[in-house]
């Protein structure tokens, strides 16, 4: 795996940090770490997305967050557990897996700095 596609899976996770945050945070400290989270999850969407194609960065970034998401909330958060949660999650996280598969990991070539108009 490439460094770009660690930074989108790095990302997902840490997206999970500030979506609970968004719900639980009730503390000074819990938001300070809510806001940092957004910061450091966007700015690894953005450097992945210098290399790779958008529309499958942002996928896979949303489905791993909204996966992590979804079994945080039951891990953690008392979310009543669901097997139709759990076939759902798997099912996006199947179509995420099939993304990455098809996508061509050639990172872009930097555009060129000539006189093009």
Known sequence: MN????????????????VSGL??????LEWIVTVLSIAVSFGLIIEASKK???????AVFTGLGTAGTVLTEMLLFGEPFRIS?????????????????VTDDTPKAEPSQGGAV
């Open 52 to 58: 790779l194609p958008v529309g499958t960065v942002y």
């Open 3 to 18: 460094r770009y596609w660690l930074f989108v899976v790095l990302g997902g996770a840490i997206e999970v940090i500030w």
């Open 85 to 101: 949660k759990i076939l759902l999650i798997a099912l996006l996280l199947v179509g995420v897996i099939g993304l990455k598969l």
């Open 23 to 28: 719900k639980h945070a009730s503390t000074p």
